[in-house]
Structure formats: structure tokens, C-alpha cells
């Protein structure tokens, strides 16, 4: 007598789907996953894990993470990432020591494949959540991520 | 033969004095006609409206809410840009039955129309046969998929529409069967009388059990008339393009889409009419007013709708064999052996009648 248990577990099976679907449809009004951009410019955040442009975030001191080892250019498969560095004198040990003078990234080359972070050993690049970027001239696109006057965060490299 | 709203009176005596008997019933049918096409036009594109509103609903998205209040132009403005669309289509295409497919198919959906009781009087041909009429027609609506499939000359729209045939020929067994079963109880296919009958009680109510286990095959089958998923493998998308319809664009798809939406409409107006109690208030609150009957009749009809739309977004699309396996191996035994059951309660009086 399979044949009638199949129809019944057949019908239980459909209604428990709509029930689902059902509490969905009620709930789906508070729960409303679509974004109503323009409108809630104001009041949208945007999620930890959305992939918008690269940033280096820099303490209150005005101080990054960035050693300028080069590792994100290398990793970089299309060259997004430009880094112009220059030997200088190290304040605590009186050694030559490199640092970035330009840390320059093109967003309009990036296709937001995040080896460049995963790559960085000290934390230095993130991602940032802004994609507003649409500008009339594709030169705006190309950033300078470490501020003027920034410096190397203390210990960093140790 | 038709019998007009109250409201209409007036116009039938004025027409009828202002020229000859022939041509006043001439301009009444015209009449008629435009109205239903209005109805027509209006209730598919409402009912493209809801669709989407209720499949975000169902998503967690919020649908169409720009165009209009709450997106109630929406639907409107798609047909106006449906209507200034190229009408493109293939170069081997057979002209004369690929530009006659969308007519078939929104003809019959408008033929339907007119025999459903709206209310007492707005009920444009009381047909005696209005049941068998009923059925007839939504498998003639089948042909007009057939031929637009065959003549785009297109192997995906071919495949939809064989599909199609396939779909309808198995389910149009199962609609006819159910609704026989309910003419068991009331004895006449004429759906006027169909609803005297249900001033006892609506039939669900009347013929209890067998009635529940026809309303649910009716629903299932009925959905599968209608083409929508879980039964839409005539055009589904991931495996065919758009089906029958994939060469077909502009004003011709168009219809082919409000006639899917009007189909859906009827489907849940039979059952509203055989079913529930057509135009009849619950327990009779509202018999004074005759006017209300439309109301009540597309309250009904548009909560068997929100059913089959809850069908639509709830259930993965059936395969072929998986669809022919549940017509032929389940809801047709059931279907017979439920009209045994019937047949033996209206035999031995056990109906419920209030």
C-alpha cells in the first residue's frame, strides 16, 4: 500500500514547502533584502564583506602599516598597483632604511580579486566598502592610498 | 440570451428605440464585446501587477513600487513599451500561423470570459451547457501554442509547444473529471443554475470529502492548464529559451503573456463558480445588494489566484515524466474513485445542506 502512503507524504511534503514560502510572504515585508538606493543614501551601510575599492586605513597619528615590501605589486595580475619608494634615513637606528613615498593604485585597472590583500604580511591594504565611483574623467580614478605626510606605524616589522 | 446589468437597462431601451431590432442587437453585442476586452485588458495587466508584487513578497523583495502609487502603472507602462516595440521575428517562419498563434490563444481566454456569472445579472451568455463549454474551450487556447511553436521554425519553440500539447491533452482529463464530480451534486451544467444551487451551501461545503479531494485535483490541474510552474516546462526558461513564444516580440508576446494571466483568471473562476459559491456572500450577509456579487466573486477568485501564485514560488518545475507519472498514476485513479465516492453520497442524500 505504498501508493496511498506516497500521495500522503507527497501532500505533506507540498504543504510544508508553502508554509515556508507562506511565512516568507508575511515576514517579507519587515525582512525586505532589496535596497532602495537613492532614496536611503542617508542610512545604507554597506555589508563587512563587499568588495568595493582598496583602501590603507591610517591611525589618529596619521601613521599606516604599509613597509613598502612590493608583495601586492607582485601579486597584482593586472597592475592596479603602482608603489614608488625611496631609501631614507630611520629616525630610532640611524640605518637607510625603504619606505613608500606613493602608494598608487588605479581603481579603473582593479577587477577586485583581493590577492593584493590577502598577500599584504602586515595588514597594511583593506577592503573598503565606498562604490560611488563614478567620476567623468578616468584620471580621478587613480588614488594615492598612504595621506601626505604619513609615516610607518611602529612596530610594524618586527 | 444576454442578460444585461440593471444599470444597462437603459441603454438596451434606448437602443431598441433608436433603430431597428437588428441593428440595436448588432451595437449591443459590439457593446458587450468592448466591454469584455476592456475587462480584459485591465484584469491581465492587474494581474501581471500582483504577480510580481507577490513574487517579491515571496523573496524578500519589494517589487514594482516606483511607477504610480505603489507601482500601480507599472504594468501599464510595460504595455505601452510593448506596444511601440518592433515586431520582429524569423526569416523561415510560417507568416500566416505564426501571426495567427497570439489570436488563437486570446480569443479563447476572451470566449472563457463570457461565460463566467460575475454577479446575477453581469453574466454575458448563460449558456446551458456552461461547464462543457468551459472545458472545451481552455483546449482550444492549446492549439494557439501549438501552431506559434511550429510555425517560429525555431527547435526550442517547438520543443515548448510539444510540450504544451503533451500537458494539456494529460490535465484536461483531470479538470473534466473534477468538475464532473460537482455536477454530480447539482445536476446541470449551466453555471446560473450551478449557483442557484449553491444557496444551500457552497459545494465545497455540500459535498464535503470528495469535494476537497476534487477542489485539490482541480487546482493541481488547473495549474497545469494554465502553463505556470511547477508545470511550466512549456517555456522554461533555463531549458528553452521562453518556449513556444521565444520568436515572438512586442505586442504579439504581450499577448501571449496577458492570456497566460487571463487563463489563471479563469481557472480560478470556474473554481469560484463550482466551488465556492460564485457571486453568493458567505452565509448570505450580503443578498440585498446585488451588486456586491462582484465583489465577491473576485475577492474569491483572487484568493484561488494567490494560491496558484503561491504554487508558482514555492515548488521546483516537474519533469516531463515526473508530470505524465502524476497525472496518469495519481490524479486520475483518485479522480475516478472520487466520483464513485460522490456518486454514492449524492445517492444516499449524506450531502451537507443548510
Same mark, same amino acid.
Given at each position: 500500500?505504498?501508493?496511498? *502512503?506516497?500521495?500522503?507524504?507527497?501532500?505533506?511534503?507540498?504543504?510544508?514547502?508553502? *508554509?515556508?514560502?507562506?511565512?516568507?510572504?508575511?515576514?517579507?515585508?519587515?525582512?525586505?533584502?532589496?535596497?532602495?538606493?537613492?532614496?536611503?543614501?542617508?542610512?545604507?551601510?554597506?555589508?563587512?564583506?563587499?568588495?568595493?575599492?582598496?583602501?590603507?586605513?591610517?591611525?589618529?597619528?596619521?601613521?599606516?602599516?604599509?613597509?613598502?615590501?612590493?608583495?601586492?605589486?607582485?601579486?597584482?595580475?593586472?597592475?592596479?598597483?603602482?608603489?614608488?619608494?625611496?631609501?631614507?634615513?630611520?629616525?630610532?637606528?640611524?640605518?637607510?632604511?625603504?619606505?613608500?613615498?606613493?602608494?598608487?593604485?588605479?581603481? *579603473?585597472?582593479?577587477?577586485?580579486?583581493?590577492?593584493?590583500?590577502?598577500?599584504?604580511?602586515?595588514?597594511?591594504?583593506?577592503?573598503?566598502?565606498?562604490?560611488?565611483?563614478?567620476?567623468?574623467?578616468?584620471?580621478?580614478?587613480?588614488?594615492?592610498?598612504?595621506?601626505?605626510? *604619513?609615516?610607518?606605524?611602529?612596530?610594524?616589522?618586527? | +440570451?444576454?442578460?444585461?446589468?440593471?444599470?444597462?437597462?437603459?441603454?438596451?431601451?434606448?437602443?431598441?428605440?433608436?433603430?431597428?431590432?437588428?441593428?440595436?442587437?448588432?451595437?449591443?453585442?459590439?457593446?458587450?464585446?468592448?466591454?469584455?476586452?476592456?475587462?480584459?485588458?485591465?484584469?491581465?495587466?492587474?494581474?501581471?501587477?500582483?504577480?510580481?508584487?507577490?513574487?517579491?513578497?515571496?523573496?524578500?523583495?519589494?517589487?514594482?513600487?516606483?511607477?504610480?502609487?505603489?507601482?500601480?502603472?507599472?504594468?501599464?507602462?510595460?504595455?505601452?513599451?510593448?506596444?511601440?516595440?518592433?515586431?520582429?521575428?524569423?526569416?523561415?517562419?510560417?507568416?500566416?500561423?505564426?501571426?495567427?498563434?497570439?489570436?488563437?490563444? /486570446?480569443?479563447?481566454?476572451?470566449?472563457?470570459?463570457?461565460?463566467?456569472?460575475? $454577479?446575477?445579472?453581469?453574466?454575458?451568455?448563460?449558456?446551458?451547457?456552461? /461547464?462543457?463549454?468551459?472545458?472545451?474551450?481552455?483546449?482550444?487556447?492549446?492549439?494557439?501554442?501549438?501552431?506559434?511553436?511550429?510555425?517560429?521554425?525555431?527547435?526550442?519553440?517547438?520543443?515548448?509547444?510539444?510540450? !504544451?500539447?503533451?500537458?494539456?491533452?494529460?490535465?484536461?482529463? !483531470?479538470?473534466?473529471?473534477?468538475?464532473? $464530480?460537482?455536477?454530480?451534486?447539482?445536476?446541470?451544467?449551466?453555471? !446560473?443554475?450551478?449557483?442557484?444551487?449553491?444557496?444551500?451551501?457552497?459545494?465545497?461545503?455540500?459535498?464535503?470529502?470528495?469535494?476537497?479531494?476534487?477542489?485539490?485535483?482541480? +487546482?493541481?490541474?488547473?495549474?497545469?492548464?494554465?502553463?505556470?510552474?511547477?508545470?511550466? +516546462?512549456?517555456?522554461?526558461?533555463?531549458?528553452?529559451?521562453?518556449?513556444?513564444?521565444?520568436?515572438?516580440?512586442?505586442?504579439?508576446?504581450?499577448?501571449?503573456?496577458?492570456?497566460?494571466?487571463?487563463?489563471?483568471? /479563469?481557472?480560478?473562476?470556474?473554481?469560484?463558480?463550482?466551488?465556492?459559491?460564485?457571486?453568493?456572500? &458567505?452565509?448570505?450577509?450580503?443578498?440585498?445588494?446585488?451588486?456586491?456579487?462582484?465583489?465577491?466573486?473576485?475577492?474569491?477568485?483572487?484568493?484561488?489566484?494567490?494560491?496558484?501564485?503561491?504554487?508558482?514560488?514555492?515548488?521546483?518545475?516537474?519533469?516531463?515524466?515526473?508530470?505524465? $507519472?502524476?497525472?496518469?498514476?495519481?490524479?486520475? &485513479?483518485?479522480?475516478?474513485?472520487?466520483?464513485?465516492?460522490?456518486?454514492? /453520497?449524492?445517492?444516499?442524500?449524506?450531502?451537507?445542506?443548510?
Amino acid at each position: 500500500m505504498s501508493y496511498f *502512503s506516497d500521495i500522503y507524504k507527497g501532500i505533506k511534503t507540498l504543504l510544508t514547502g508553502m *508554509s515556508v514560502t507562506g511565512k516568507y510572504f508575511l515576514t517579507s515585508r519587515k525582512g525586505a533584502i532589496t535596497q532602495q538606493y537613492p532614496d536611503n543614501r542617508d542610512t545604507l551601510k554597506m555589508f563587512d564583506r563587499f568588495r568595493g575599492e582598496v583602501i590603507m586605513p591610517h591611525d589618529e597619528e596619521n601613521r599606516h602599516r604599509c613597509t613598502g615590501c612590493q608583495k601586492c605589486e607582485i601579486a597584482c595580475p593586472n597592475g592596479t598597483i603602482e608603489i614608488i619608494w625611496d631609501r631614507g634615513i630611520d629616525e630610532e637606528t640611524g640605518k637607510k632604511k625603504k619606505k613608500i613615498d606613493q602608494f598608487v593604485y588605479h581603481l *579603473s585597472m582593479c577587477t577586485m580579486c583581493g590577492l593584493c590583500i590577502d598577500v599584504c604580511p602586515t595588514d597594511a591594504i583593506e577592503w573598503g566598502q565606498n562604490f560611488e565611483n563614478s567620476v567623468y574623467d578616468r584620471t580621478a580614478l587613480t588614488r594615492v592610498l598612504n595621506k601626505p605626510g *604619513s609615516k610607518l606605524m611602529p612596530g610594524v616589522e618586527d | +440570451m444576454i442578460r444585461a446589468l440593471s444599470i444597462t437597462k437603459g441603454i438596451h431601451d434606448w437602443l431598441f428605440s433608436i433603430m431597428s431590432e437588428n441593428a440595436a442587437h448588432l451595437v449591443e453585442m459590439i457593446l458587450i464585446a468592448l466591454v469584455y476586452l476592456a475587462i480584459f485588458a485591465i484584469a491581465g495587466l492587474f494581474l501581471v501587477l500582483i504577480e510580481r508584487r507577490v513574487a517579491a513578497w515571496f523573496q524578500l523583495r519589494i517589487g514594482p513600487n516606483r511607477v504610480g502609487f505603489q507601482g500601480l502603472l507599472q504594468t501599464m507602462a510595460d504595455a505601452l513599451k510593448l506596444l511601440s516595440k518592433e515586431l520582429t521575428g524569423t526569416e523561415k517562419a510560417d507568416k500566416f500561423l505564426y501571426n495567427l498563434a497570439p489570436y488563437f490563444v /486570446i480569443i479563447t481566454a476572451l470566449m472563457a470570459l463570457a461565460v463566467i456569472p460575475f $454577479t446575477q445579472d453581469f453574466h454575458a451568455f448563460d449558456i446551458n451547457i456552461g /461547464i462543457l463549454f468551459l472545458i472545451a474551450i481552455s483546449s482550444i487556447g492549446v492549439i494557439g501554442i501549438l501552431l506559434g511553436g511550429w510555425s517560429s521554425n525555431n527547435k526550442f519553440a517547438l520543443i515548448g509547444a510539444m510540450r !504544451s500539447g503533451v500537458q494539456t491533452i494529460s490535465y484536461e482529463l !483531470s479538470i473534466g473529471l473534477s468538475l464532473l $464530480t460537482m455536477i454530480l451534486i447539482t445536476g446541470t451544467l449551466q453555471l !446560473s443554475e450551478i449557483v442557484e444551487v449553491q444557496k444551500n451551501g457552497w459545494l465545497i461545503v455540500q459535498g464535503h470529502i470528495p469535494a476537497i479531494i476534487a477542489f485539490m485535483i482541480y +487546482m493541481i490541474a488547473g495549474t497545469a492548464e494554465t502553463n505556470r510552474a511547477p508545470f511550466d +516546462m512549456a517555456e522554461a526558461e533555463s531549458e528553452l529559451g521562453a518556449g513556444f513564444h521565444t520568436e515572438y516580440s512586442g505586442m504579439k508576446f504581450a499577448y501571449f503573456f496577458l492570456a497566460e494571466f487571463i487563463n489563471m483568471f /479563469i481557472i480560478a473562476a470556474i473554481a469560484t463558480t463550482v466551488f465556492f459559491g460564485a457571486w453568493l456572500s &458567505p452565509f448570505g450577509i450580503t443578498e440585498s445588494i446585488p451588486l456586491l456579487g462582484v465583489f465577491w466573486f473576485l475577492a474569491k477568485a483572487m484568493v484561488l489566484v494567490f494560491l496558484m501564485m503561491w504554487f508558482r514560488w514555492t515548488f521546483p518545475r516537474l519533469r516531463v515524466d515526473q508530470l505524465l $507519472t502524476l497525472e496518469w498514476k495519481y490524479l486520475l &485513479p483518485l479522480n475516478l474513485m472520487n466520483i464513485v465516492i460522490m456518486a454514492l /453520497i449524492v445517492w444516499q442524500n449524506l450531502t451537507i445542506q443548510f
